[in-house]
């Protein structure tokens, strides 16, 4: 089983439009609504590879109710916790050249009581749990070391713990440890400010040397170090379309290859990277965040260039 953890979830709304021109009115060609959220697209993805999930969400007001019979009758297992505030709303403006443009609200604040719910209930579903995924922005409320909380209750649990976050909340998972953690450019460019990209990562890696730093390069791949080498994995034709999703389809791809190593195992690096930039180039390809098309990725991933790097440890 792997867990999907989101602390933020959202409806996420796409508009179609033939261009997007600030301070004009805009007809919307297409609409889709969905559920979603960063843990909802890697509970999707790793679905459509054929291993067991279940989300984990703290949902609110009428929005909640719909996130969850949504993903309900998607046969997206979920379990919910009750919190106060309304589940938020994430709007995304696609044009016709594929430009996307989002706009995310921050999610209602989650109080003290609602913290000890939604710890109470993961604690109870890392039993279990190959693999925890912990997602996504982290809304008003939360603690800023809330996803070192979270990664410790999982590792004491015999779990290995993949964080996709940013900032301090990021930082402070390091320090507890996970099994992997994977920010973008700019978010390595935040934790890490005035390091190039090399640099930075290996900043991360000295922080927590068991983790794997996974670095998002957006269209071009990912470049992994880890402590079993350190890997430059990169689609060989560009794609155009929605990247909303398409990181978070790249942590399924990573979950999945973790989950299928576990718990003796040793995780094939090269076949996961591969996996990760074709699934991640599928989700792009598609009209909505959190859809894949696994033919689509496997086409992709067996077209990836990649090749290992000879840098100083």
């Known amino acids: 089983m792997i867990l999907c953890v989101g602390l933020n979830p959202a409806i996420d709304i796409t508009y179609r439009v033939d261009r997007l021109a600030p301070g004009e009115a805009h007809r919307v060609l297409d609409v889709r609504r969905r559920a979603g959220g960063k843990a909802v697209n890697v509970a999707r993805g790793v679905q459509a590879l054929g291993v067991a999930v279940t989300t984990l969400l703290p949902l609110g007001g009428l929005e909640g109710a719909d996130v969850e019979a949504e993903l309900a009758a998607a046969g ?12 938020r709303h994430t709007v995304t403006v696609v044009d016709a050249g594929g430009e996307a443009s989002a706009f995310n609200e921050p999610g209602a604040a989650v109080s003290e009581a609602d913290w000890r719910s939604i710890r109470t209930s993961f604690a109870a579903r890392c039993a279990g749990s190959a693999v925890v995924v912990l997602s996504g922005s982290t809304p008003p409320g939360v603690p800023v070391d809330g996803y070192a909380e979270l990664t410790a209750i999982a ?11 940013t900032g ?8 507890a440890g996970p099994a992997l953690v994977k920010p973008n450019v700019a978010e390595l460019a935040e ?12 900043a ?12 998002s390069l957006g269209a071009k791949g990912l470049l992994a170090d880890t402590p079993d080498g350190v890997w430059r994995a990169r689609p060989t034709r560009p794609l155009t379309g929605n990247p909303t999703g398409a990181g978070d389809a790249a942590v399924a791809a ?31 390809l598609q ?3 959190g859809a894949v098309d696994l033919d689509v990725a496997l086409a992709l991933a067996a077209q990836v260039d990649l090749r290992r790097l000879d840098l100083p440890r």
Not at 76 to 85: E, F, I, K, M, T
Not at 155 to 165: F, H, L, N, P
Request: net charge positive; glycine share 6%; with cysteine.
């Open 76 to 87: 997206v297992p979920v379990a919910p916790v009750s919190v106060q505030g309304r589940t």
């Open 155 to 165: 590792r004491a649990e015999g779990a290995q713990v993949i964080v996709d976050a």
């Open 168 to 175: 301090p909340a990021l930082l402070h998972a390091l320090d």
């Open 191 to 202: 934790v890490c400010p005035g390091l190039d990209t090399a640099a930075a990562v290996a």
């Open 204 to 215: 991360l890696r000295a922080r927590s040397p068991r983790t794997a730093v996974v670095l």
């Open 254 to 284: 990573l979950a999945v290859a973790h989950h299928l190593a576990s718990p003796a195992g040793r995780l094939d690096w090269p076949v996961a990277l591969r996996q990760a930039v074709g699934l991640s180039g599928s989700a792009v």
């Open 287 to 289: 009209p909505v965040a």
